[in-house]
T-cell receptor, first 115, second 112 residues
């Protein structure tokens, strides 16, 4: 049981390049999330998904796109990377929130640098 | 604007003593709160939670207190151990919501 995994662990991009971050979970969780962590800012929600085929915007969605084609995978895309997107990205998942919010399980993070 | 605030970026405590980490929030609709612990180069891990129908929740050495009127919660760790040295984040959500709002974190150092 691997929990939540993220690929890649590190990446350096040049301004204007594109990339996709992959998140996978093996806990059959309905909900998945993408956060970014910046110094002095805590964790901020980028996008989230409440089930396969659904996505929704979080606090800071601009410049990112997401897809949830399979229940176990949640992809975060940067179409044209900018230095402001230099950050550590965390994926998380949780059980169905039919009864309310639930604890989230986080991946180990992806450190992205945009030069 | 930051809806969840942790005003102490860092805290140092002697081993065996009590650690108290504080968190304030501004949104009165928040009614579910969690604490996460994060070690360097790892993702946050869930520590303890509390819903607004309670004012205290305890799990071993960890106790979370909620003061709804003051919009304030705190995490008590007793006794503190060197392995507790980490960054602690509080997070809040509305009971019917899908989003959690995180504070900026407090870095706890427990001195042996």
């Amino acid at each position: 049981n691997a929990g939540v995994t993220q690929t890649p662990k590190f990446r350096v991009l040049k301004t204007g390049q594109s990339m996709t971050l992959l998140c996978a979970q093996d806990m059959n969780h309905e909900y998945m999330y993408w956060y970014r962590q910046d110094p002095g800012m805590g964790l901020r929600l980028i996008h989230y998904s409440v089930g396969e085929g659904t996505t929704a915007k979080g606090e800071v969605p601009d410049g990112y796109n997401v897809s949830r084609l399979k229940k176990q995978n949640f992809l975060l895309g940067l179409e044209s990377a900018a230095p402001s997107q230099t950050s550590v990205y965390f994926c998380a998942s949780s059980y169905s929130l039919a009864g309310g919010p639930d604890e989230q399980y986080f991946g180990p993070g992806t450190r992205l640098t945009v030069t | 604007d930051q809806q969840v605030k942790q005003n102490s970026p860092s805290l140092s405590v002697q081993e065996g003593r009590i650690s108290i980490l504080n968190c304030d929030y501004t949104n009165s609709m928040f009614d579910y709160f969690l604490w996460y612990k994060k070690y360097p180069a790892e993702g946050p891990t869930f520590l303890i939670s509390i819903s607004s129908i309670k004012d205290k929740n305890e799990d071993g050495r960890f106790t979370v207190f909620l003061n709804k009127s003051a919009k304030h919660l705190s995490l008590h760790i007793v006794p503190s151990q060197p392995g507790d040295s980490a960054v602690y984040f509080c997070a809040a959500s509305e009971n019917t919501g899908n989003q959690f709002y995180f504070g900026t974190g407090t870095s706890l150092t427990v001195i042996p």
